[in-house]
């Protein structure tokens, strides 16, 4: 399987490309992909959209990259709104219940 990974942060790309040595991986953001239209089969935002303001615009890149009938999974710590009542721009480690 063929997999190309994203991250705005250099560290983290940098400890991708050492634990999976045959992938491809950019400092990117998610919202901008460096990628053609429809160019992928599979998406998979890992943990991602909570952390953005507008995940909204991931999920239309999403959509613009993946190819027709192509597969996209984001597992989130938590719900968005959640998140973002939280306050925090990492809410990873203490996700919050909606009052
Ligand atoms: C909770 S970490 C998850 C990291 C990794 N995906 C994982 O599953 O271990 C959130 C990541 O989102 C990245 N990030 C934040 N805003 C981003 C953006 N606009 N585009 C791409 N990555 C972004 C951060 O640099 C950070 O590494």
Do not use: Q
Request: proline share 13%.
């Amino acid at each position: 399987m063929w997999a190309i990974g994203v991250d705005l942060d250099p560290a983290m790309i940098e400890v991708a490309a050492e634990r999976w040595p045959t992938g491809e991986f950019h400092v990117a953001d998610a919202t901008a992909l460096p990628l053609d239209d429809g160019s992928v089969t599979g998406y998979r935002a890992d943990k991602i959209l909570h952390a953005l303001p507008e995940p909204e615009r991931a999920v239309t890149e999403a959509r613009r990259v993946l190819a027709k009938n192509g597969r996209a999974a984001p597992p989130e710590p938590a719900p968005i709104e959640d998140a973002r009542g939280h306050g925090s721009p990492s809410p990873w480690w203490t996700p919050t219940k909606p009052e």
